[in-house]
Each structure stands twice: as structure tokens, then as C-alpha cells.
């Protein structure tokens, strides 16, 4: 009898991306359409779809329901999917922890859906403690973690630079080579790591897809030759045919760096920033944890750099419908280190208690008899901010509130507040998400936004006090 992680000859796996319009998903999708059962996952509407065979459904990673049913009947879930532009005209959030939540949320909704397989493409990690880790390269660690924590298997493929067409690592290191003669390269251009071809990365993806011998594994990745990031410069010009001048100075700081590599790498500062950050740290592939399942013929890194500026391949995308929404919505993340490991449900209630107590005579919170929760100023009748518990979207690990009321908010039927546990409850997320202040905009940014952010941050401090 088929095991349930098997498949018989004629089945296609079912394989959904979240991330699918993106660099490496738009590329998975033109190479194996025909081989696998694909969902694209996009936070828009579909408009015109140039190859039948790709599904495409809309969903908000944001939101589990709607993550849930973008993942019914998916085997295999494709996760490509790091720091998200915002979705909301204002976020108070780290991409650290919005990408734990967005992986939270994957996890969740694979495991309520039964998927078999995620596979994480994140980056080459250091050999290196986790707390020396950059920014980037440890909030990458963490969506592993998180991905990795329920039911499905998850194969995590760390890799370094991706060469090829239309890559925004390699787009970066282009546009330096062209616009520049001198090079004048910041120490970190020392650091050494193995960048691997686009071709080789998708041969990868593919065999690990619904391969049991990759279930529960991290694995490096990456062509064979070492070189530092300074190589990668002048074997990049010498492939396109420019002299340029390549030396190395100890003088430029982190944030010149970023200066300069944002101003003539023509790259947005979300990719600079923690880029350049991570760049600090050696990233070369593990022999213990490199990639053994298959013989890869690997493309040298000129033979990549060729592909990358002359492929005429271009995969067709569908259009989309503009994504139509609420003005001035906002999202706030905070984390919270849970010291004593108390439930997401534990964590809800105490605010709910804490809150009129650490503002005294100031704030009064009021439960009504359907179980409502408000936060009344002073001893005003109507509330300032009134919370509905949804029990059966309720766990001990996340608790969700919707925004039903109060005078400080605009609409009643469209934003929500949780606290919820992630990686084993050693931190609590508490988020708002699609807030709708009934402030005029300027007036809410400068006074209600921040105001909200310095009790999270007291409340913060209280949870972590609270050590049994």
C-alpha cells in the first residue's frame, strides 16, 4: 500500500509558491509548469493568466484563514518569501518580526492543511554563535525554525548569491561594475562565499521536491568555487567585457557602505541594508551539511554571469487587478521575550488586566456581557478601542481579537489584534493588523501611532519581569 508521503507514477504533486512572482518563483514556474501541479500565491487578483496550467489564488500571508485556504489540496508549499514591502500605508514593525510572523502563519496553515514538504530558499549561515549572527542572516535562521516547528517536513536550502537573470543580488553587483571604473571596495569585499548559478538552484529545488531522503534537513548550497565578493567584482567586469579598477580600503563604514552600494548599485535600501550587513560574515557551504542527493554538474560563475546578461528566456507573468483597499490602514508588530513561557492566552489576558492598572484612573478596561472587552478613558461611557474575542480561531498559542468598536477607530469590520507564542513560546508577537484610526492621518502618525508603541514597549518590559 502508498504511503501517504508517496505518490503514484501518473499523480502530479501539487506544488504551491507563495512568493511565485519573484525572482526565483517566476523562474521555478516557466521551467517546470508541465511537471508539477502549480499554485502561484499572490496578494492580488489574477487578470490574465498566459498559461492555463499555473493556478493562481489570491491570498493575504498576514492572514491564517486566508493562507489556509490558499494551501487546501497543496502536497508541496514553495516558501520564497522575505521581507515583504508593506501592505499597509503604515508599519511599525522589524522585518525580523514581520518575516517570524509570515512564517508562523505559513507553518500554521500547512499544518492545518496537511501539506507534506515546505522548502525554504533562505541564505548560507555562518559557523558562527546565533547571537553574532547579522540582522538578516538570524532572522532567516528564525523563519527556518519557524517553518520547521508543526507537522510538515521541511527541507531548508541555504544558499548564497543566485546568478542569473533578473536577480537583484546579482542586478547589484551589475550596475556596480557598469557605472563605476573604480571600484574602491569596503573590507567586507574580503569576505569569501560561493555563489551558485540560477540553473543549478532550481535542479536542487526540483529534486527535493516530495523526496523523503530531504524531509527534515538544512542543506548548504552552492558552486564548488570560492571566491570573495571583490572576485565576483572583477570576474563580473572581465565577463562584460569592462576594465575597471578593483582595490580593497579599511576605511569605509557600515554605513557608507550601504551608501554606496544603494547609490551605484541601484538597489532599494530594504535589499542594501541587511545585505551589506550579512556580507561581514564568511558564507561558504558546510561539508557536513552540503548537497549530496544528486550530481550537479555546476556552472562556473562566468558561465553564470553570461546567462544572467544574455538569456533571451523570459518567463510570462499574468496581470493583475490593482489591489483595491482601505486608505491609511495600519500594521504594528511587536516582539515580546516570554521569559516564563506563559501561552499566548495567558499573555492576552494579563494585558487585559495590566493595561487600566498601569494607567491607574486613566484607563478603565470593561468586559460586557457577551464578553466584549473596552478600553474606556476616564470614566467615559463610550470605549476608546473595543476588542471581540473569535474562540474558535483562539489556541493556547494565539489569541485573536477583531476591532468591533471605540472611538479612535474609523471601521469596526476590518482590523484585528493578536498576541501569539513563536519558536517554541520564547517570544510573544502582539500585532495589529489593518488598523483604521478615525484620527486625520498627520495627527494619528505623530501622537496615536507612537503613543501605542510606548505601551507595547512597557508592557514588554512587565512580561519580561514576570519570571516564575
Sequence with gaps: MESSTETSANKKLTVAIAGAGGYVGRWFIHHFKEKYNIVGLSRKKVKKNPHPEVQWRQVELYSITSTVEALRGVDVAIYLVHSMNASTRLNQGSFEDTDLLLADNFSRAADLNKVQQIIYLGGLLPKE????????????????????????????????????????????????????????????TESETQPISLRDTLTIMD???????????????????????????????????????VFSVPVFSLGLSKFWVGLFGDSPPQLVSPLVESLRHTLTVSPELSFKEREIDYLSYEESVKIALHSDEN???????????????????????????????????????????????????????????????????????????IPDRSDEERQLFYITGGWLVKRFDYGWLEFRGVLDNKYILSAIHEFVPRLPWYIYVTTQARFHVWVMNRFKKYLESKVD
Design 129 to 188: 554563535p546565533e547571537e553574532k549572527l547579522s540582522r538578516h542572516l538570524r532572522s532567516r535562521l528564525e523563519v527556518e525554525q519557524s517553518l520547521g516547528s508543526r507537522s510538515a517536513k521541511l527541507t531548508a536550502l541555504r544558499a548564497s548569491i543566485i546568478v542569473g537573470p533578473g536577480g537583484s543580488s546579482f542586478d547589484m553587483i551589475k550596475n556596480l561594475v557598469q557605472r563605476l571604473p573604480v571600484l574602491m571596495c569596503p573590507k567586507w
Design 207 to 245: 529534486t527535493c521536491i516530495g523526496n523523503p531522503n530531504m524531509y527534515k534537513k538544512a542543506v548548504e548550497i552552492g558552486s564548488p568555487e570560492v571566491m570573495t565578493y571583490r572576485d565576483m567584482l572583477e570576474r563580473t567586469a572581465k565577463t562584460m567585457g569592462k576594465k575597471r579598477l
Design 315 to 389: 518567463p510570462n507573468l499574468p496581470t493583475f487587478y490593482k489591489k483595491k483597499g482601505v486608505k491609511n490602514t495600519v500594521r504594528s508588530i511587536q516582539r515580546m521575550r516570554n521569559n516564563s513561557g506563559h501561552s499566548a492566552t495567558w499573555v492576552a489576558n494579563r494585558y487585559n488586566i495590566w493595561l487600566p492598572s498601569f494607567f491607574k484612573f486613566l484607563i478603565n478596561g470593561k468586559r460586557t456581557a457577551t464578553g466584549d472587552i473596552g478600553f474606556h478613558l476616564l470614566w467615559g461611557k463610550k470605549a476608546m478601542l473595543q476588542l471581540t474575542m
